[in-house]
């Protein structure tokens, strides 16, 4: 309740003032509320703002300045749903304006419930491994998120740094909400879905399925790594030949390229297919444009073609352009969101759901309004072969001699993929992904984890989600709950005799 004017309690009102229980934890799901400004009024004819375009109410909402709105997450999505209708008290006042009785009271109509899929203590385990592994990187920022790959139920989604959405109600907190809109690390920023990086070898999920589809390769399909492919004039080294003084690899078909990531075959995969194919594929499990989370902020991505970089860059395209594209870099970029969608495909053999938050709005009795039932988008696009014979690489990757050494031991099977993408850093330093599924033979869970400039996936990204998996298998959470941070990823691995 808050006073304003005279002590004599003229112009009282009474405000809502919203409260996140979990802070940064979940403000970049739930986003915050902050004034209406006289520019959404005027912009909006007066007193009437724009409803979100996902879910638009069929009534009109009415807005004062003073009153609060929506910004980011749910709260800017479901506005509609969640703002009640406010209450009133019609009051006699004598001459001096001091209340003397009231003459009708008018009572608030709450807003309705929005119930999530996200599972708070997996938010919380997922929260806190993405910030251990970004501290222990030296980096500055991250992205983790989780999904069923089965539903498209978004399980947990976290963005490193955070912000606090209650500083934005407490007059107190003023300067914590002015520092979040300076910092040049950029809190307020969803990566999940707002962060485009190259994917790195993430992509080459993608590559592989194109030279699949494109009928230019098969399972027998072998190339052989020398440690260096040229094409005229050009010469394209493998990252292994690289880092670990000059080694050479031998025959690699597709299983054990995606096992040991290994460029030389999917540059040649780049050089056969070319980037039309390679586009085609990648826009058919979610890269490219914006893959439809209920929450605002998602961006489209970069898919380059012949013509975007003539554009843009002034430049035709060229052979060597293939290559890099390949093993997802040159000029392609992606969300997190992105790379999970990718790798769920994957999980659900070739089907896809939208990823999405919401999954009930109930009335505040508790009737149900509303159940949001996906059916998949994608579905039997690419043949039960090829997606069988990729994730057969992808089940190599978490095995002895694969990329992803943290899961060597692990007691569930897994899948996944590394990343180590280059972006141009003077200081050499490379974004580190990696993105998952498990259990292998019947998926219930996927995962992807980026931290920016932040080394080798398999080094920095893959113990992120392996922290998250540790947690979420292992039948015996309530002792976990209670550790800190820092001691998760100990005590679970001994829970589960690793």
Known sequence: MEAKGDPEYNNLETDAIRYYPMGEVTSQILGYVGQVTQEELDQSQGDVVKKSALLPDKSPMTYKLGDRIGRAGIEESYESYLRGVDGADIIEIDAQGKPLRVLRHIDPIPGKNIYLSIDADLQKVAFNALKKGVEGASSCCGAVVVENPQTGEILALASYPSYDGNAFTDPKRNSEVTNYFNDPNAPMLNRVIGGTYPPGSTFKIVSALAGLYSGKINAQTQYEDTGIMSLGPYTFANWYFTEYGKKEEGMMDVVRALKRSNDIFFYNVGDLVGETVLDEVAEKVGYGKKVGIDIPGEVDGLLPTRAWKEKNVGEPWYPGDNLHMAIGQGFLLATPLQVLTSTSFMAEKGSLTTPHLVTKITSPAGAVMKEFHFDPIVKDVFKKDYIDLVNKGLAEVPQDGGTAWPFFNFSIPTAGKTGTAEFGDPKNRTHAWYTSYA??????????????????????????????????????????????????????????GE
């Open 439 to 496: 259990p292998v033979d019947n998926p219930q869970i996927s995962a992807t984890a980026l931290v920016e400039a932040g080394g080798e996936g398999s080094n920095v990204s893959a113990p992120i989600i392996k922290d998250i998996y540790t947690w979420y298998f292992n039948p015996d959470k309530t002792h976990i709950k209670s550790l800190d941070s820092y001691a998760i990823a100990t005590e679970s691995a001994k829970a589960l």
